[in-house]
């Protein structure tokens, strides 16, 4: 039957006329630097305020020590411009990331289509890390985005559009239109994908159309090339992708109800429900795919439907997976079995449920959106790329932004450590491992994705930290990674508490581990590129405003 699908899966249905063609940028001994004129009104308030400097620089403004959030930073009086004392363009460690990324370059057909999840070593096996994977371009994407070389994700975007359209079975059972792959490679038949019917648990990847719409607006906002995006397949994938999440089902909240494993934690981890991640990417996507959307009406149609269903999501994450230290009291308090549409404990959490890790975990000021919320559950957890992600999408309150930055700066030590950065937090152990875990071996405590570090979130900590107004925070996770990461061989991910140890299966040239160094650099460097990847805030979806106290840092090592 396997054999059977992936022949199903391998016959070609493409779209009807060939991908446009891209003027090649030749190759280049080290990545260009793009400077991009600021339209979003967020950023163009803050951006000079993010640059360091020591001394006064004539015709700009001093630097502001502190900012609380955008709405209390000065206008600058010129254009922003790149902070020379933190070019990476000269450093021995960023170009020889570059070169690495360069080396991981897949092509087909005489063009750049992605790259590589590791390069090749005849030493171990191959296993999946020779695919191209979607969530893994992504921050390989970006770095070539911000390099002013933006063939390769225009060809990737055409190439897994043309996936998408191919008829999609596993075991027999017909995926939806709008799945994408969750990976492809090039050999001398063609592209061939993988819809989930080659992965480990059989999980089809629901962050890949998310990531691939994320991707498409990036590469707009980075190359001009709003044609390519009014293609009618691209038009058409995006409603596909957004037909799936957007259609009327049982489901009583306006969170996406998806399996464990369908994200980047793609193993059995207790994350099925209501993922915050996937919560995250949700509406990341929604927003970039409202930009996208032609003014037609079918697009106004589906647009409509995007706004309506953006108000509730934002309110249901910003209401129910909140948790700070007030909330936390709050839960420790509920009553349970409460039978009401008034009801306080709506989900019927049992207090007794809390962990009791978390009572002395949480910090009396900062918050951040928890792992999971569904009937009698919720999962109290730390994920990094579900509140990075959040905080870029402008998902959170300005307040709840905040809010999370505190909180990072808070348990620094367990959640960047000597590594950055925990993908989750904390690690499951004994019982909670074997039941929730199925006893995977790959998954011990403080391992893969079980509180395992992981380099490739560097970028998104970094961008979080930028758009927030804390750029020492993203310098200081940047310089401890800085000691090691290169020396180590570019590893996957981190064992131990402090991220001390390399993987004890982690994959060496690692590919997203050097794309996400180069990407935080790019943006440390020149804080305009964070256009490319972040969204302003949209006062709209400010239907509920939580009361919460601000703080400022503690420390001096995150003052900025």
Known sequence: MAAEARENVSMRAEPSVEGPDVESHGKEEHPRRRNLSLDEHTLSECIDNLVESTEAVPGRLTPIQSCDNFANMLLPQ????????????????????????????????????????????????????????????????????????????????????????????????????????ASFNSDGDGIQPDFG?????????????????????????????????????????????????LSDGFDTFPTLLCADGCCMIDRRMGMYGYPLEIQSLFFMALRCANSLLKHDEE????????????????????????????????????KTEEYSETAVNKFNVMPDSIPDWLFDWMPMKGGYFVGNVSPARMDFRWFTIGNCVAILASLPTQEQCGAIMDLIEARWTELVGEMPLKVCYPALESRDWQIVTGCDPKN????????????????????????????????????????RLMNDGWPEY??????????????KNQTWSIAGYVVAKQILHDPTYLTLISLEEDRSFDLFQPTLTRSKSSSDLFTS
């Open 78 to 181: 010129v254009p922003p411009t790149p902070n020379p004392r933190s070019d990476p363009y000269g450093e021995p460690m960023f170009l020889s990331a570059w070169e690495a990324l360069e080396k991981s370059v897949v092509h087909h057909d005489g063009k750049p289509i992605g790259t590589f999840a590791a390069k090749k070593d005849s030493s171990v096996e191959t296993l999946n890390y020779n695919q191209v994977f979607v969530r893994d371009f992504v921050p390989s994407g970006l770095a070539y985005l911000m390099a002013n070389k933006g063939e390769i994700v225009r060809n990737f975007l055409w190439e897994s559009l043309r996936l998408q359209a191919l008829e999609k079975f596993i075991d027999k059972f017909r995926l939806g239109a709008g799945v994408m792959p």
């Open 299 to 334: 697009g106004q149609k589906l647009r409509n439907r995007i706004e309506e269903r953006l108000n509730a999501l934002s309110y249901h994450i910003r209401t129910y997976y909140w948790l700070d230290h007030q909330q936390l009291n709050n839960i420790y308090r509920y």
């Open 444 to 483: 011990t405590r403080w391992s893969y994705h079980n509180g395992g570090s992981w380099p490739v979130l560097i970028w998104m900590l970094t961008a979080a930290s930028i758009k927030t107004g804390r750029p020492k925070m993203a310098r200081k996770a940047i310089e401890l990674m800085e000691k």
């Open 494 to 507: 981190y064992d131990g508490k402090l991220g001390r140890y390399i993987g004890k299966q982690a994959r």
């Open 197 to 245: 019917e080659a992965a480990i648990g059989r999980v089809a990847p629901v962050d890949s159309g998310f990531w691939w719409i994320f991707l498409l607006r990036a590469y707009v906002k980075a190359t001009g090339d709003h044609g390519f995006a009014e293609l009618p397949e691209c038009q058409s994938g995006m409603r596909l992708i957004l037909m799936l999440c």
